[in-house]
T-cell receptor, first 115, second 114 residues
Framework: EAQVTQNPRYLITVTGKKLTVTCSQNMNHEYMSWYRQDPGLGLRQIYYSMNVEVTDKGDVPEGYKVSRKEKRNFPLILESPSPNQTSLYFCASSFDRTPTNEKLFFGSGTQLSVL | KNQVEQSPQSLIILEGKNCTLQCNYTVSPFSNLRWYKQDTGRGPVSLTI???SENTKSNGRYTATLDADTKQSSLHITASQLSDSASYICVVTGNAGNNRKLIWGLGTSLAVNP
């Protein structure tokens, strides 16, 4: 089944403890992206990648890192999480490198709470 | 400034009734407009994508319309079902330079009651 898989689904951590949220897609998509969603703010893009070893900042990249060593995987890294990073995170992918005319496929989300 | 505004913010209807959600945008030049459905706590799922030349597009009981002159779109849901309860998000893509990005609306939260 074609899908974008995120793990974990829920995560509770403490301030400063490094964590990684994994994202994997099995559709051979070129483009992958991370979003966070907060009440009243909608989806905001954190980072995106148009190809292996190519990543770029989105609208809210501060406090996050990503890597794209393989086409299928795009992990999101929080080196030192803070409470303002408590949010619902989504990974998305698209076949087109610049998904201007193609739909994005989203993962099921990761609810992160930083205490 | 590129913006996407949706109305109403929330809506409650009875099962079986029709409803229409609105999306106004200021993104220019324009590439396409998408509607996504997002169930609570889940990732958005694409319903329709429309380009400049398309006025209407259907996906089952969902029909999206686009008026590129007035920069307005609507999503009409026919014979609503309980499973239609979700947030519906309008997303507009620009078509030039730094404007080639997705601009997300805040969504309309729809509740379908029995």
């Amino acid at each position: 089944e074609a899908q974008v898989t995120q793990n974990p689904r829920y995560l509770i951590t403490v301030t400063g403890k490094k964590l990684t949220v994994t994202c994997s897609q099995n559709m051979n998509h070129e483009y992958m992206s991370w979003y966070r969603q907060d009440p009243g703010l909608g989806l905001r893009q954190i980072y995106y990648s148009m190809n292996v070893e190519v990543t770029d900042k989105g609208d809210v990249p501060e406090g996050y890192k990503v890597s794209r060593k393989e086409k299928r995987n795009f992990p999101l890294i929080l080196e030192s999480p803070s409470p303002n990073q408590t949010s619902l995170y989504f990974c998305a992918s698209s076949f087109d490198r610049t998904p201007t005319n193609e739909k994005l496929f989203f993962g099921s989300g990761t609810q992160l709470s930083v205490l | 400034k590129n913006q996407v505004e949706q109305s109403p913010q929330s809506l409650i209807i009875l099962e079986g009734k029709n409803c229409t959600l609105q999306c106004n945008y200021t993104v220019s030049p324009f590439s396409n407009l998408r509607w996504y459905k997002q169930d609570t706590g889940r990732g958005p799922v694409s319903l329709t994508i429309m380009t400049f030349s398309e006025n209407t597009k259907s996906n089952g009981r969902y029909t999206a319309t686009l008026d590129a002159d007035t920069k307005q779109s609507s999503l009409h849901i026919t014979a609503s079902q309980l499973s239609d309860s979700a947030s519906y998000i309008c997303v507009v893509t620009g078509n030039a330079g730094n404007n080639r990005k997705l601009i997300w609306g805040l969504g309309t939260s729809l509740a379908v009651n029995p």
